[in-house]
């Protein structure tokens, strides 16, 4: 199939009409953070036990400005089911992860996409491994298309060739692809691509919208995009971590611990990250920044909450619902001015 301009007439192609296109995730982390998902494994077992909870924050990120309603099957293949032993889980747990975005993407007008990653079966050179996750891929998406996506999201790759294959499956199945590659510490594929000859293979297999994914932060995957945005003609897409990464440790992996004493295995990801975290206001410059480069398709991904989600969308000229509680620190008692907050109640920050 040709590239992604064959899509012409797709939701998620019209919805390109009001650039860019934002999608939230990082709900694992997020849903983590929150006592309702095990670190370690990350398999979205939440969606069967605790539903409401996945309902809630796919409406928290839809209601702070997300256009894509992201189905909660990450890492709900069948190899990582088999990790935590529900394997005989695989189908409910797509078709359930479905239809809670799929309520949440009709309750806000949202574009409903299904979600496939990346396998740990895939080896290089290795056709049958490639089979073998070519197969996994091929479930899901007959899952996302059955549960009615308008789009399938593959991500996560650090692998260019298993993307390449992601991509071909899901233009084979007749909805518009967004696959996007994950640069780990250094700036290529682990097949030796740089990112934007990755990005342009997957334009060439069929997707339309090619770009990042995780593992970097803003500071060190914005550096890439602009040779990927020249590299294709399609969407491009950019969804860094939401944490500090450094060009001394480019991944939110390879971040080191001020007290590796305390953390497991001495390093902070993924479950002692906190310190690092960017907050509502650098996500705004990069939203800004990579709209700047022409980066069409933005979002958050691995640490990502509600407020960094309304802090993009508003950097990029939304107003998204939850904007009516943006800070209006002019209020505030001591940093707000002596006219807005009264005379007699004002401090001066500094003395406090
Ligand atoms: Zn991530």
């Keep these: 199939m040709a590239p992604g301009r064959s899509f012409g007439s797709s939701r998620l192609e019209r919805r390109f009409d009001a650039d860019p296109v934002i ?32 309902l809630e924050l796919h409406r928290e990120f839809a209601r702070a400005g997300s256009d894509v309603v992201l189905a909660l099957t990450f890492y709900a293949h069948r190899d990582k ?6 394997e005989d889980a695989l189908a409910q747990l797509n078709l359930e992860a479905l239809s809670i975005a799929s309520r949440v993407a009709q309750e806000t007008d949202g574009l409903l996409a299904g979600n496939i990653c990346n396998t740990h079966v895939f080896q290089p050179g290795d056709a049958a491994a490639a089979g073998a996750a070519r197969e996994m891929f ?3 998406v007959a899952w996302a298309v059955e549960g009615g996506a308008d789009l399938v999201v593959a991500e996560s790759f650090a692998w260019a060739e298993e993307a390449r294959i992601a991509a071909e499956v899901i233009s084979d199945a007749g909805l518009p692809a967004v696959v996007t590659i994950s640069i780990t510490k250094q700036p ?9 000859e990755a990005c342009r293979h997957l334009e060439g297999a069929g997707a339309a919208v090619v770009g990042l994914n995780c593992l970097r932060g803003p500071t060190t995957m914005l550096p890439l995009l602009a040779d990927i945005r020249e590299a294709v003609d399609c969407h491009v897409a ?25 953390v497991p295995q001495g390093r902070p990801f993924p479950t002692a990250l906190d310190p690092f975290t960017c907050d509502r206001y650098e996500v705004a410059e990069f939203a800004r920044q990579a709209h700047d480069l022409g980066v069409d398709y933005i979002g958050l991904c691995c640490g990502a909450a509600p407020h960094h989600v309304r802090s993009l969308a508003e950097a990029i000229g939304r107003r998204p619902e939850a904007s009516r509680y943006s800070a209006d620190l002019s209020k505030h008692a001591f940093l707000g001015s002596a006219e807005s907050v009264g005379r007699a109640a ?6 406090v």
């Excluded at 709900?27 to 909870?53: C, D, I, M, T």
């Excluded at 089911?81 to 529900?86: E, K, M």
């Design 238 to 262: 950019a969804l860094p971590v939401v944490y500090r990464t450094t060009p001394e440790h480019p991944s939110f992996v390879s971040l080191e611990a001020s007290r590796p004493d305390l």
């Design 346 to 351: 004002s401090l001066d920050a500094s003395e």
């Design 188 to 196: 290529t594929t682990l097949d030796g691509l740089s990112a934007a």
């Design 81 to 86: 089911l088999r990790v935590v032993g529900r």
């Design 138 to 140: 091929q479930e899901q």
């Design 23 to 54: 999608c939230a995730e990082g709900y694992l982390f997020e849903l983590e953070r929150r006592g309702y998902l095990q670190a370690g494994a990350f398999v979205p077992e939440v969606v069967l036990e605790h539903p409401s909870k996945v």
